[in-house]
C-alpha cells in the first residue's frame, strides 16, 4: 500500500566536479559546470511545492561549490531538512559558514588507517577529516561518520567506531557498496550477516532493508520495490531534471524556471512509471534510491527499514522537523 503519493526526497547536483578520485566512483570523471544562486532559490520553491522535505546537496564534492553555505540558508530558512556529505578536505575552510545550516552532515570515512583512507579515496583526505571532526563538535555540530563498506574494509569497522565515533559520539552510518555503470563491489552473504551485527550497536545507523535487498537479488523489473523517480527529484549541474534516477540518466528535461510545472508534465509522468522496470533496473541496490522507496510503501522492506530509520532520526532529532 502506498503511503505517500508525492516525492520527499530532491538529490540536488550543484557540481560534479570533484577533488578526490574514488576509486569505487566514477563522478569525478565528468566535466560539469556549477549550479546558480537564481536556479537554486527557483527550484527550492517549486521543491516545496512538489511536498519534498529533504533537500540533499551533492556531488561531486559539494563544498567545491562557493556558495553551497548559501544554498543551505535558503533550505533551512524554507523549512527543508538538510544534508550533506563531503570528504572533508574543504571543511575546515568553510565550517563558519555552514554553521547551523546542515541536519544532517557525514564525513566519508572508509576506515581508521590513513594510508589505505588515502588509498581508497585517492587523496590524503584522512587527516582533513579528523580535523573536521573537531572542528565539527567545537561549533556545535553534531556530524556523522559515513563509512562505504567494501569486502576488503568490513574489519576495520571496529576501529573507526571504537577509535573515533564513540569518543567523539558521532552516529556511525554504515553504506553497503553497490554496483553500478561497471564500479563499486557486491558484498558476500558473509559480509552482510557482520553488517547485520554491526547495526544492532548503539550510535550505528545500518539499514536492515539494504542487507534483505541483497539477499534477495536487488530490485526485480517484474516487481520492483524502487520508486526512485516518484520519491526523489535528480536535478543536474546543468539544471536538468534526470530520470528515472541519477545512476541510469535515460531522460534529461531542462527546468527553465518550471520545475512544478515539468514535473506534472505528461512526458515526465511516462518516464516516472519505468522506475525500477528498464532492464537495467533488474538487480539494482543503490542505497540513495532505495532508502526512500522504502519509507513510501508498506513492504517487507519498509517493515525491515523501520527501526534502524526511528533510530537514526531519534539519534538525530530530525523526526522533529518530519512531524511539522
Request: proline residues 5%; aromatic residues 10%; negative net charge.
Amino acid at each position: 500500500m502506498r503511503l505517500v503519493n508525492h516525492p520527499v526526497l530532491c538529490n540536488y547536483y550543484v557540481t560534479y566536479r570533484c577533488n578526490a578520485k574514488c576509486g569505487f566512483c566514477d563522478i569525478w570523471e565528468k566535466p560539469s559546470p556549477y549550479v546558480t544562486l537564481s536556479q537554486v532559490e527557483e527550484n527550492l520553491v517549486a521543491l516545496k511545492k512538489l511536498g519534498v522535505n529533504v533537500i540533499d546537496f551533492t556531488g561531486g564534492e559539494p563544498l567545491l561549490h562557493q556558495q553551497i553555505d548559501e544554498f543551505l540558508a535558503l533550505a533551512k530558512k524554507m523549512k527543508f531538512i538538510t544534508t550533506l556529505t563531503t570528504n572533508g578536505l574543504l571543511y575546515p575552510k568553510f565550517a563558519q559558514r555552514l554553521q547551523g545550516k546542515v541536519d544532517m552532515l557525514h564525513f566519508s570515512l572508509d576506515t581508521a588507517d590513513k594510508e589505505k583512507h588515502d588509498t581508497m579515496r585517492g587523496v590524503a583526505c584522512f587527516d582533513f577529516v579528523m580535523e573536521s571532526i573537531q572542528i565539527a563538535k567545537s561549533l556545535g555540530e553534531r556530524p556523522d561518520i559515513l563509512f562505504t563498506v567494501f569486502e576488503e574494509n568490513h574489519a576495520d569497522i571496529a576501529a573507526v567506531y571504537e577509535q573515533i565515533c564513540l569518543p567523539n559520539d558521532l552516529v556511525l552510518i554504515l553504506n553497503p557498496a553497490f554496483e553500478y555503470n561497471q564500479v563499486g563491489d557486491q558484498l558476500s552473504e558473509k559480509t552482510l550477516s557482520i553488517l547485520e551485527c554491526w547495526g544492532k550497536k548503539k550510535n550505528i545507523f545500518m539499514n536492515q532493508a539494504f542487507l534483505e535487498l541483497r539477499r534477495d537479488g536487488g530490485n526485480h523489473t517484474e516487481d520492483p520495490v524502487c520508486r526512485a523517480a516518484s520519491t526523489t527529484l535528480v536535478i543536474s549541474p546543468e539544471n536538468e531534471l534526470i530520470l528515472p534516477c541519477y545512476h541510469l540518466g535515460e531522460r534529461s528535461f531542462p527546468i527553465g524556471g518550471n520545475l512544478v510545472e515539468l514535473y506534472r508534465s505528461e512526458e515526465v509522468q511516462r518516464q516516472i512509471l519505468t522506475e525500477g522496470r528498464l532492464p537495467a533496473c533488474e538487480g539494482c541496490t543503490i542505497n540513495c534510491y532505495m532508502q526512500p522507496s522504502f519509507t513510501v510503501e508498506t513492504s517487507k522492506y519498509f517493515w525491515k527499514a523501520l527501526p534502524s530509520t526511528f533510530k537514526y532520526n531519534r539519534l538525530k532529532g530530525t523526526w522533529r522537523h518530519l512531524l511539522s
